[in-house]
């Protein structure tokens, strides 16, 4: 055999150069096709239906299974349109559990855990948030908690789409705790723990 290269082997390899090519470039348009279906956006034009719309509105004087709240003091935190001064929940061990849980996961971060204001956040150079052992927030109704949840209030946005309205309550009863564990006058203690303090 001669020093010379046979002539098929680039041949082969630019026929498989090009055969790739044409495959990845095959992959790129179904790919786009996919991305580019054919459906409407919300709201888009149509002319399917005879008033212009793409969907149909939903049928009057219904209510959407699941989005029916009439208890006004469970889901706006308000009783006779005023901030509610009690729990609509049973207040148990499970429910300041389930309180604690969801506010270390979900207000520690700029309240801290004991609630005085000096979270990761604020450390990160975000704006302090009040402590919840000043008078005022000692004085408010346990529905302002749910409220400022479930609505926002100053630099604090709505956490209403993260946190369902029964964990918020839990997170408000578990404020109250706070509150109580900062500020729990010798003869507001059951007996056992008065004698364990001097």
Same mark, same amino acid.
């Given at each position: ?20 090519? %044409? ?35 939903? %049928?009057?004087?219904? %209510? !959407? ?18 901030? =509610? ?57 346990? @529905?302002?908690?749910?409220? %400022?949840?479930?609505?926002?209030? @100053? !630099? ?15 997170? !408000? =009863? ?9 500020? !729990? ?14």
């Amino acid at each position: 055999m001669t020093g010379k290269m046979p002539t098929w082997r680039p041949r082969a390899a630019i026929i498989a150069f090009a055969l790739a090519g %044409v495959l990845l470039l095959g992959g790129c348009e179904l790919r786009q096709a996919m991305y580019d279906q054919p459906k409407y956006e919300s709201f888009e034009a149509s002319d399917i239906f005879e008033d212009g719309l793409s969907a149909r509105r939903p %049928v009057e004087e219904t %209510v !959407a299974r699941g989005q029916l709240r009439l208890d006004s003091h469970l889901y706006e935190g308000m009783v006779n349109g005023e901030l =509610a001064t009690t729990l609509p929940l049973e207040l148990t061990e499970e429910l300041l559990v389930r309180g604690r849980q969801r506010y270390d996961i979900f207000c520690s971060p700029c309240h801290d855990r004991t609630g005085t204001g000096n979270g990761m956040i604020v450390k990160r150079g975000l704006k302090q948030p009040p402590s919840y052992h000043i008078d005022r927030l000692r004085e408010v109704p346990i @529905g302002h908690f749910f409220d %400022v949840m479930t609505n926002g209030f @100053g !630099a604090m946005y709505s956490s209403a789409a993260r946190v369902p309205v029964r964990d918020r309550w839990a997170i !408000a =009863a578990y404020v109250r705790a706070l509150q109580f564990s900062q500020d !729990a006058q010798f003869d507001q203690l059951p007996p056992e723990d008065q004698r364990q303090l001097p």
